[in-house]
């Protein structure tokens, strides 16, 4: 049984249709890409999944259960963690703050030090940095920094929404690498990318999202090379 | 009661006031306006408590308080009085934040600023109610108002009049009893990890979903809180003044909490605390402007001893590990050349006030009645110079220099900036 499934989901903005009936499922241990044009309803996917914007139709399970109409902070202590498009960094807040705060539906002290442990040693431009106020940050640190706040929940699924957005392809290259790393540690990760290259590397299994529906999906090695991923998403011609 | 004593009291309530505030705008982000009207729910149903209730429970609302309440009292340091007043004062927290209450949980699940629009609404709501009430039953007829209900008591509160007379229990003690708790408590919440969620709400109110923040029920509880405060703050303001008047609580007294928070900087503690003092102390200065010039050349020698020397202080930790305090000071002449800028800016901002006081001296212009104008100029200039406030969401002591540990046999650093 997989740890995510998702079936027939429709979700809409008022009149604006932005889902019509999208399947997919990520299992236990798995990195899942799903890749698409702008405006294809990855972030929506993504935000119906978590809880923060209601579903019309369909069927959202998580370990089992069904979690349609479940609220994010519920979500969260059931394990799925979700690092949103922009970051959402609290800018005003240090970088202890915003660790501290990716732990906050926690209460066991000594696992929070651990994994605080654990986050700056996987992020160690984040350790130099902790008394400093978050918005001050470059944005790749800023990207890490959100990636390491979404861990402290400890999720044993991470939601990741473009994680590489804007950034220059050395630190594109390290937070993959640090993708992979959380993911070897054990945790399933949902990746949507725009840069689908390096998405299809990382990933196993890959889906296509085309205008609100799911065009393709298979093993992330298969779809990198297959004729129209390499055409309309990788710039192959 | 001299003049400088009553100023100490409405700054004591009105740093209850701002703090509480603080914690609706500041800490989450949130817009209320109606500090006036949850000030005015308090008051009144403080002074319901307090004159309606000694006049049932002794036939007299005169003063039965202890040493607490009045220098002169002889005797026990509380008597029935001030149980009465201090359980008045909790009655006006608990009626205020159930107001909060009722007026918040529909606003805070929406978002955007609908909170600003309900509650300035509500404001003027509490205002025209209160001022449609029947006549307060005389100080003299207590037997009618042993007769009456509770609940027609309640709807004799004085209307346009005022509710008036009242026994005066709110002194110093009791007004900086309640200053101190307030700012206990807002403090004790902002380095709370509750206090972390408030401010992660105010930041970015999705990402705190995230993060697992249940979103409007921390707005609904920053809110009734802060609204408790603001009753608590009416009961005293009534105690103190002896007489309530929905007029005063208006629109007028939300937006010069407000100001408090917003001068302060939206969230910081200290911020809305000094804020408070000094436009608490604001309209007496303007009542009669002493001289500017004095201040100024302080400021201007002042300035240029730090120019030229370098002052820095800090607590560290000691050779034995104990904190020991360490002034540094240190000749900078030779490092730093002047910068006049500052020293020009000090100088001509006293001399046009100074030419101000003496303008409205000589014309006879009263500018206490400017006091309004005063506050939005305030405003707009604090929006163009620093559109953080005083201290941003920081409090004042994270500004002051910090210093590494120094070795006992090293010397003594060089001052800092
Ligand atoms: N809050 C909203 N209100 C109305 N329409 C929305 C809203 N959010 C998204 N949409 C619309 O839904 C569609 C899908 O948006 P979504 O954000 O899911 O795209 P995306 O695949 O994440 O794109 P990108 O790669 O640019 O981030 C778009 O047409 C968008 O305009
Ligand atoms: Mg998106």
Redesign the pocket.
Known sequence: MPLLQVSNLHVS??S?R??HGIDLEVEAGKIVTLI????????????AISGM?PSEQGAISFDGHSILGTPPHRLLEQGMAHVP?GRGIFGNLTVEDNLALGAYIRNDRDGIRNDHERVLELFPRLKERLKQSAGTLSGGEQQMLAIARGMMSRPRLLLL??PSLGLAPQFVQTIFAIIREVNQQGTTILL?E?NAHMALQVAHQAYV?ET?AIAMRGPASELAASDEVRKRYLGIA | MGGFATVLLVIGINIVLAVSLTVVNGFTGQFSMGHGGFMAVGGYVAAMIVYYGSLRLWGSANFAGGFLSSASGDGAWLAGGDVLFVVACLAAGLAAAGAGYLVGLPSLRLKGDYLAIVTLGFGEIVRVVLQGTAPQIARSKADVVRETPVWKLATHLGGAQGFNLLPTYATLFWIYFAAVLTLIVVYRLKMSSSGRAFLSIREDEIASQAMGVNVTKYKVRAFVLSSFFAGVAGGLYAMYLGAINATDLGFQRSFEVIIMVVLGGMGSISGATLAAILLSILPEVLRAPPPVWPAGLALLVVMVIIQKVGISFGLTRGPADGIVLNIAISMRSLRRSWKFKPLVIVAGVTMALETARLVCLQQQIDIAQYRMVLYALMLIIMMIVRPEGLFGVREFWDYLPRRRAHSPSGPVAEASA
């Open positions: 903005y008022g604006i932005a889902l698409g044009a702008n405006g294809a309803g990855k972030s929506t996917t993504l935000r914007i498009e929404d473009e949507i725009q999202l609100g």
